[in-house]
Every structure is written in structure tokens, then in C-alpha cells.
């Protein structure tokens, strides 16, 4: 199975890869995530794995987006406990460090960390273990990377400071995406769907209210501009169920409440 990851070895994603797939996982590692979608177009990857939201810094907006554009289909999800360290060649201490580069996604979550430390600069980059690497394989010294414990040991980094995530218990939820229709799947326990609605009283508390008249539990809502009207929004919502016979039957009477629905993907929740 040719997986697609944004980052290196030993980037998050890279874990969620050999988590979910097994260790011998065939990576196909890319530094963006807006480059994901081609590798399944092109048949370069079969499946992708694309972080969606973090804990503690949030949703990634500009994934929905590529979800939705590109008619991808979510066919898993993997919820991973992020724990981040700065890293730095052998020999250097956090005096030494002028500069840390990172993946946005990961300074966002140490922020507080570096308050304490205002002569170092943070820096963003395309992925936390690319850096991890470069610091090695260029002995860049006064640099900092902050990635993960296997990044440290795969890139032969020290770690000066482990765990600095602003909150111990941190973590990101990850899609398993294929470019292929979505399957019905009556063993699937959770389901994401994008609905536009009127713009008139209670139209999305309609909505609402069938999930739970249903029995649909929603774990997430998202809304996004609908970029071709202006503050005209569309929702992303996550929801669980045990019956897939409910699932349906609200489906089914959203279908007539909303201006366009489509399913994102039915899938088994992953645990926390
Ligand atoms: O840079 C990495 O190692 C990644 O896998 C990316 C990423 C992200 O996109 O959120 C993954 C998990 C962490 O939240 C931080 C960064």
C-alpha cells in the first residue's frame, strides 16, 4: 500500500503511517499538504494521511478545503497523543539556540514554551522532521528543531528539552483519504458530511435537531466560507452513531432541509 504522508521519516505523520498501516508502510513523502490530492489523481499514492485539527491549536482550515475540492473521500481517521521536544546537533544547550524551525502546526503548539527564551527566534517550515534532518546532515549549530522523539533518534539529534507542548495532553486527529467514491458501509460508526443551508431563521438548528432526533451524536462542527459568495457559509460536521439505519433516515430528511449536502465519508471512529 503506497501511503502518502505530508513530511519525512519521522514526521507525525509518518507515525500515524506505521500505526495505522504497519512499520513496512510504502511512504511516499510530500512537504505540502495542498500536493496531496495529485498523488492519488496521479496514482503515485493510494491513500493519504492529512492531520485535520490539533487539540490545542485547532482545526486546519485549508484541508477542508482540499477534502471537499478535490472530491476526496474519508475512509479513516487516527486520533495520535503529540508530544514535541527541541532537538539539537549533540553538544548544544538551549543557550546555544538562536533558531527553531518548524511546521506551523507545531510552533503553535509551543508557543508558551518560548516565552520564556526571547532571543530565540521561531521560524516556520515545510515539516518538523525535515528540519530535524537538515540540523544533522548540514551541522548547523545555534538551530533548533522541535519534532518528535523518533525524529530525534532517526536524525541523531539530542534532546534539550523534552515534551514542551503548551498542554502535556496534546493531540491531532488525522484523515485516511482515498480519491475513490465514497462506500456505503453499514459497519461504519461515524460519518462526515458538508451541508450549505438557507440564510433564514433556524435553518441549521433544523439540521441539528434531526442529528438528534436520530440519535447522532456530533463531535465536530466546522463552518467555511463559500468562496464564490461572499459571507455565505458552508458546515463540516463529525458525528457518530450506533445505527446506520438512523444514520440514513437523517440523511434523508436533511436532504430536504438544505441547499446541497455530500457525504465526506462513512468510516469506524477512531479511539482517543
Ligand atoms: O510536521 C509534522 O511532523 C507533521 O506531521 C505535521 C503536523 C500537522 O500538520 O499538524 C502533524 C502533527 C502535529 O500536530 C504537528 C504537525
Not at 482540499?66 to 481517521?77: P, T
Not at 543557550?95 to 526571547?118: G, N, R, T, W
Not at 458552508?234 to 434523508?252: G, M, P, Q, V
Request: net charge neutral; glycine share 4%; hydrophobic share 40%.
Amino acid at each position: 500500500m503506497k501511503v502518502a504522508i505530508q513530511g519525512i521519516k519521522g514526521s507525525f505523520h509518518h507515525i500515524v503511517a506505521a500505526q495505522y498501516f504497519g512499520k513496512n508502510v510504502d511512504l511516499v513523502e510530500s512537504l505540502s499538504f495542498s500536493e496531496m490530492p495529485s498523488l492519488l489523481h496521479s496514482k503515485k499514492a493510494e491513500v493519504v494521511i492529512m492531520a485535520i485539527e490539533n487539540s490545542i491549536a485547532g482545526a486546519i482550515l485549508p484541508n477542508y478545503a482540499l477534502i471537499d475540492e478535490h472530491q476526496l473521500s474519508i475512509c479513516g481517521e487516527y486520533h495520535l497523543p503529540i508530544c514535541h521536544n527541541l532537538m539539537a546537533l549533540k553538544g548544544q544547550h538551549i543557550e546555544d539556540i538562536k533558531e527553531v524551525y518548524s511546521h506551523p502546526m507545531a510552533l503553535l503548539q509551543c508557543h508558551k514554551f518560548f516565552k520564556d527564551y526571547p532571543h530565540i527566534k521561531l521560524i516556520e517550515d515545510k515539516d518538523t522532521a525535515v528540519v530535524a534532518k537538515r540540523i544533522q546532515e548540514n551541522k548547523l549549530k545555534n538551530v533548533g528543531a522541535i519534532a518528535s522523539t523518533l525524529a530525534a533518534e532517526t536524525y541523531n539529534l539530542k534532546i534539550i528539552a523534552p515534551e514542551i507542548q503548551t498542554i502535556k495532553e496534546n493531540a491531532t486527529r488525522f484523515f485516511i483519504l482515498t480519491n475513490s467514491e465514497t462506500k456505503s458501509s453499514v459497519s461504519a460508526n461515524k460519518a462526515s458530511i458538508k451541508f450549505i443551508t438557507s440564510h433564514k431563521a433556524g435553518s441549521l438548528a433544523e439540521v441539528l435537531t434531526i442529528l438528534a432526533k436520530h440519535h447522532l451524536n456530533l463531535s465536530k462542527i466546522q463552518s467555511m466560507p463559500v468562496i464564490e459568495t461572499p459571507w455565505k457559509y458552508a458546515f463540516f460536521a463529525d458525528f457518530t452513531f450506533d445505527s446506520y439505519a438512523d444514520y440514513y433516515d437523517a440523511l434523508n430528511e436533511i436532504k430536504n432541509k438544505v441547499e446541497m449536502l455530500k457525504i465526506l465519508g462513512e468510516y469506524s471512529k477512531g479511539k482517543r
